[in-house]
């Protein structure tokens, strides 16, 4: 019964989101997106344009995923070895 | 739990692992991939190690080699500050693109990553896996 709820919800918002939201995929690149474009290869000297973000525009980004993997790693470590009985 | 093929398919798949995770890390400036791609690849190998021959398998000094990549990456940043101006710049020469040794500190940064995440990951499934074997 809640699964079928749950199914109901899931179908009606579904429908609301598919044909109020006019969700565009792409288009227009932004000021930022052509700089990395024109001047990545050239300023970064990588050809991985993906890589060259991650690691070189937005390396703090990176850092801090790297924090949060660790956070993780200490969660789970908390949680599950916590208790030596 | 594991058998006689099980173990021996996976004592000639896990080199061909590794060496695809170290070859994502290390080409990750070049081709799709890099730090955290292929430090997932390395992560399921220890995975898949653990499952067939058994969680003793396990190192105790995995959290050191976290540890390492970890500072590795930070020092890059750090050095980037003395060096270049700004914190993870890019400061060593860049070389020709698409060439092995290009991108600057991007290569070394995605090493360190690597590092980390595949030690990390290693230690998440064993911590898991413990769970689950102290529990039954």
Same mark, same amino acid.
């Given at each position: 019964m809640k699964a079928m709820i749950g199914f109901i919800i899931v179908v009606i918002f579904g429908i609301l989101i598919l044909f109020n939201l006019k969700l565009e995929f792409g288009g227009e690149s932004g000021i930022a997106g052509e700089m990395y474009i024109e001047k990545g290869v050239s300023e970064t000297g990588a050809v991985n344009l993906v890589s060259a973000i991650l690691a070189n525009y937005r390396a703090y980004d990176t850092l801090g995923e790297t924090i949060i993997f660790f956070i993780a790693i200490l969660g789970v470590f908390t949680v599950l070895k916590g208790d030596k009985k | 739990m594991s058998s006689r093929i099980v173990e021996t398919a996976t004592d000639i798949v896990t080199p061909f692992m590794i060496l695809f995770g170290v070859y994502i890390i290390i080409n990750g400036h070049l081709t799709p991939g890099g730090g955290f791609q292929g430090g997932v690849i390395l992560g399921s190998c220890a995975l898949l190690i653990y499952v067939v021959f058994g969680i003793k398998r396990h190192n105790k000094n995995l959290s050191i080699f976290e540890n390492i990549g970890a500072l590795i990456f930070l020092f890059i940043g750090v050095l980037g500050i003395f060096f %270049? %101006? $700004?914190? $993870?710049?890019? $400061?060593?020469t860049k070389g020709t693109p698409g060439n092995l040794l290009s991108g600057g500190t991007i290569p070394f940064i995605n090493l360190a990553i690597g590092l980390k995440i595949g030690a990390g990951f290693a230690i998440l499934f064993f911590i898991i896996l413990q769970y689950i074997e102290k529990g039954d």
């Open positions: - | %270049g %101006g $700004f914190l $993870f710049s890019n $400061f060593i």
